[in-house]
């Protein structure tokens, strides 16, 4: 009974966060003006950014388990690839539309062209990834990493369009990163202590990975 209401607490701590984040990332896209639109679009996006969670977890789950979890893993992958398309779809419209220096960054030349190979290369994965979750789980699980870093590829363009898209700006078009910093000496102890955080956070992932590495198996002790 107890295991079960943890659960649940669990499921719903981490379903609001995301909802948060969503929805927080959708007022920021539109200069948290909150007209009806607005934060319409912002509800939109943060139920894509749960579906995004769902469908990172998920592919985390297609590469390390078997059987009946991973048949399901594939099956919450499958369900959750195109709201996340949506999503992108959604913000990739909905920014250039709300501020005419994002919309020139965008679409003037010579930048159009230099600039096309993300949205081509977003659109490439996610039907690569719905060609690959169709054919998934496989006799030999050889792709069953695909969906994993499939996700990871979806979010790393995504940021870096969003990223190119604001930048400067940390409040879209009325405070830059400059105007936003901190003092220079604070600025200079958070640096220093960076340089030694880190190593050791980037150490820490690898060695966790590594000790972790492969399928999940059952727990055993041994004696």
Not at 15 to 23: E, F, I, N, R, V
Not at 34 to 51: G, H, K, W, Y
Request: glycine residues 8%; charged residues 10%.
């Amino acid at each position: 009974m107890r295991k079960r209401h943890w659960d649940r607490a669990f499921f719903g701590g981490s379903l609001l966060t995301a909802l948060a984040q969503g929805y927080m990332l959708g007022l920021y896209i539109v200069g948290f003006e909150r007209s009806a639109a607005n934060v319409s679009f912002a509800i939109l996006t943060a139920f894509c950014l749960v579906a995004g969670y769902a469908f990172l977890g998920a592919g985390w789950l297609v590469m390390k388990t078997e059987g009946n979890l991973q048949r399901r893993a594939v099956a919450w992958a499958r369900g959750s690839l195109w709201p996340v398309a949506i999503g992108m779809i959604a913000v990739s419209v909905v920014t250039p539309l709300v501020s005419g220096r994002i919309f020139d960054k965008w679409f003037s030349l010579p930048n159009v062209l230099l600039l096309a190979p993300i949205p081509l290369m977003t659109a490439i994965l996610l039907v690569g990834l719905h060609i690959a979750l169709k054919a998934l789980p496989t006799r030999t699980d050889r792709f069953c990493w695909l969906p994993f870093a499939g996700a990871i590829g979806l979010f790393l363009l995504g940021f870096h369009g969003l990223a190119y898209s604001f930048f400067p700006f940390v409040v879209p078009d009325q405070l830059t990163i400059w105007q936003a910093a901190a003092a220079p000496e604070a600025l200079l102890i958070i640096f220093l202590g960076a340089i030694v955080i880190l190593p050791i956070i980037a150490l820490y992932t690898v060695f966790a990975y590594r000790v972790f590495w492969g399928k999940a198996t059952p727990l055993r002790y041994s004696s």
